[in-house]
């Protein structure tokens, strides 16, 4: 949108200029009130100040901070289906400068985005106890720079008013309604090396969901439905070389939709960020991403679990759940077995019963 209104105001300065050359002497010449102002994003970008001490100094939001109602220029977004962090609900952000773009590199790969975007990604409770209200954790920046992406976290005073710098990492604990059911949970706030262990990839750091893959899906904007990578188009961000069809995840709970690619979706963007080349758990014998896992051996179907876990046969043990790797750590809290390794405390049940579904739906055996 910032892009398209330039050029926009570029159009009507030129065309005051052009009408204001007129052949005859009685057509007036340009005053101030022809001037079409730019308009810009008011977000501050300094790469050298990076990290500000609190939220707010970044400009990403207009009013009451807590409100989370984005700038001109900061376009909310969220993949098709969503990474589980007990329960926690979240808005997500994406800005860039006026001058670049990003392109897409292919359905499967992160959008490659230029220097100075920026990530936000704001984690909150609806129905926190005893008052039923709504209470916002944190707010994680991904900026990037001309080396790498660098992380930042800014933690919300009890007070919703504000959120300050901090990469120590903590727990604060959230009583809250989910489903009908009271939870609770220690929620843990990431250290800056927590942060790198899910964002690995070598020995750089990298986005996870801002994939063309997982974005090729309608959103519902304030001035209306798009798709979302035409949106990023339409905005400028993007350039406009998408190829007429993209290799599309779908979302996980969507039941009229394949349990196989409801599984694969759901696990590409909770568990395939650690199990790739590069990442955090590449030694371990599965490939979860969208793109690997329609094959059988990367999905861990009758693949033999490289940790020892007493009863566990396979990975994924046809027909049979209460043997599989797979279900059990998804099925746990015990911190030595869980996975993910991060970000969970509690068990995600709607998954957890997918999972086993179509673990007992499978129909082959293991030689």
């Not at 129905?127 to 900026?143: C, F, G, H, K, W």
């Not at 963007?269 to 371990?284: F, K, L, T």
Request: with cysteine; hydrophobic share 35%.
């Amino acid at each position: 949108m910032i892009k398209k209104l330039l050029k926009i105001a570029s159009v009507a300065l030129v065309s005051a200029m052009l009408f204001s050359c007129a052949d005859d002497n009685d057509t007036p010449l340009p005053t101030e009130d022809d001037y079409v102002p730019i308009p810009t994003s008011p977000v501050v970008l300094d790469l050298d100040a990076f990290p500000f001490n609190t939220l707010s100094e970044y400009n990403f939001f207009e009013g009451d901070i807590k409100d989370q109602e984005p700038v001109l220029g900061v376009l909310p977004y969220e993949p098709i289906s969503t990474l589980f962090t007990d329960y926690a609900k979240k808005k997500r952000f994406i800005w860039m400068p006026s001058d670049v773009q990003a392109t897409y590199t292919a359905d499967t790969e992160l959008i490659d985005m230029p220097v100075g975007t920026f990530l936000i990604k704001t984690f909150y409770y609806d129905s926190v106890l005893p008052d039923n209200n709504t209470r916002i954790i944190e707010t994680r920046l991904m900026l990037k720079k001309a080396d790498d992406w660098y992380f930042a976290d800014y933690i919300w005073n009890d007070e919703q008013t504000e959120a300050t710098f901090s990469l120590d990492g903590s727990f604060t604990d959230v009583e809250f309604m989910e489903g009908g059911e009271m939870k609770s949970t220690s929620y843990r706030i990431p250290s800056e090396v927590e942060c790198f262990t899910c964002h690995k990839s070598g020995t750089a750091s990298v986005p996870i969901g801002v994939k063309p893959q997982n974005l090729n899906s309608m959103f519902d904007y304030t001035d209306g439905t798009e798709n979302q990578l035409q949106k990023l188009i339409d905005e400028g961000y993007l350039e406009d070389n998408l190829p007429a069809t993209i290799n599309t995840v779908v979302k996980w709970s969507d039941e009229t939709q394949p349990i196989d690619l409801r599984v694969r979706s759901y696990i590409d963007i909770n568990c395939a960020h650690c199990h790739q080349e590069g990442s955090h758990c590449d030694y371990r014998p599965v490939r979860f991403a969208f793109d690997e896992s329609a094959d059988d051996a990367n999905l861990g179907i009758c693949v033999d679990p490289d940790t020892e876990i007493p009863g566990m046969i396979k990975v994924v043990l046809p027909s049979l759940k209460e043997r599989s790797v797979m279900y059990y750590r998804m099925n746990t809290t015990a911190e030595e077995f869980r996975m993910p390794l991060l970000g969970r405390s509690l068990i995600h049940k709607e998954a957890v019963q997918m999972i086993g579904q179509w673990i007992d739906g499978i129909d082959s055996e293991c030689e």
